[in-house]
């Protein structure tokens, strides 16, 4: 077995174990994706061995499924928090795979002033100071790249405290960057991946908005039925919705019931392991 057949192996190995944790909490959530980093990034390594092409993130994630053997296509096998994990940790290997600094300065370098402009920070790839993982999988970022200007309270002239700047100049500490950040920097770097985004928001706010008119059309219609019931059969219509076209009416109605209950329990459920959850999860640092 060469080296690659025993990276796809390991890989394989814990994509199951994450697959079956789809179900689990935040807190797993977290562990999973670090366990995906470890195994993700040196199987891309190996495979850019055999040619120089770069790898994408639509490549990356088709790779995993692949070697899962899903189709996130199959409603019945669907695994949502499955594919959260994969997008989280595919995005997490590309920022360190690409040694992403989102930021970079370019100003002058004997300038603190100038050190204080957001401005003068760009993105910048293959970077010394840029992200990686560490030997768990979290991801890492030097202190002056994750956070190159710092605000702190000070005691103005007056007595009276004021917030002021300050150039952030440590390189040598390491910060675990939440993967909400990490998401706002891949988007950052990648920008063409927010648009393919932005499309499928846009699907769904096309959706909403036809429920809106759909919302209408159905209020119409009952106050059609009203009538004929009020007016005892002289005013409306008792047959303006066809058999056919009832029963769609009532599936739908049945789905809206059923996602409404099952959207309560899972804020319930939300709620009760945000409370439980450890205060490690959300850490930025």
């Known amino acids: 077995m060469n080296k690659l057949e025993t990276l796809e192996n390991s890989l394989v190995e814990v994509i199951n174990a994450v697959f079956k944790n789809g179900k689990k909490t935040q807190k797993q959530e977290v562990s999973d994706v670090s366990k995906l980093n470890l195994v993700i990034k040196p199987y891309i390594d190996a495979k850019k061995l055999e040619n120089s092409a770069t790898w994408t993130f639509s490549e990356i994630q088709s790779e995993i499924y692949r070697l899962a053997d899903y189709n996130p ?8 928090p499955f594919e959260m994990r ?16 989102p930021n970079n300065y370019i100003g002058d370098t004997n300038s603190h002033d100038e050190r204080l402009k957001a401005k003068n920070y760009k993105v910048a790839f293959n970077h010394k ?9 979290n991801l890492k970022l030097p202190s002056i790249s994750f956070l190159p200007i710092t605000t702190q309270e000070v005691e103005g002239k007056n007595g009276k405290m004021k917030t002021e700047k300050f150039a952030n100049l440590d390189k040598e500490s390491l910060r675990t960057v939440s993967q909400d950040i990490a998401s706002q920097h891949f988007v950052l770097a990648f920008p063409q991946t927010k648009k393919s985004r932005e499309s499928s928001g846009k699907q769904e706010k096309t959706v909403y908005k036809e429920c809106i008119a759909i919302n209408k059309f159905m209020t119409k219609k009952l106050e059609v039925y009203k009538k004929f ?24 109605r049945d789905t809206l019931n059923l996602l409404l209950d099952t959207r309560t329990n899972a804020e319930e459920l939300a709620f009760q392991l945000e409370e439980g959850i450890d205060a490690d999860i959300s850490e930025v640092a």
């Open 86 to 101: 994969v997008i989280r940790s595919v995005e997490q290997t590309i920022l360190a795979m690409e040694k992403v600094n």
């Open 229 to 252: 019931i009020e007016s005892n059969g002289k005013l409306g219509n008792s047959e303006c919705i066809s058999e056919t076209d009832a029963k769609t009416v009532m599936k739908l």
């Open 73 to 80: 296509k199959n409603k019945e096998t669907k695994n949502r």
């Open 129 to 137: 100071l840029g992200y990686r993982f560490d030997e768990e999988g």
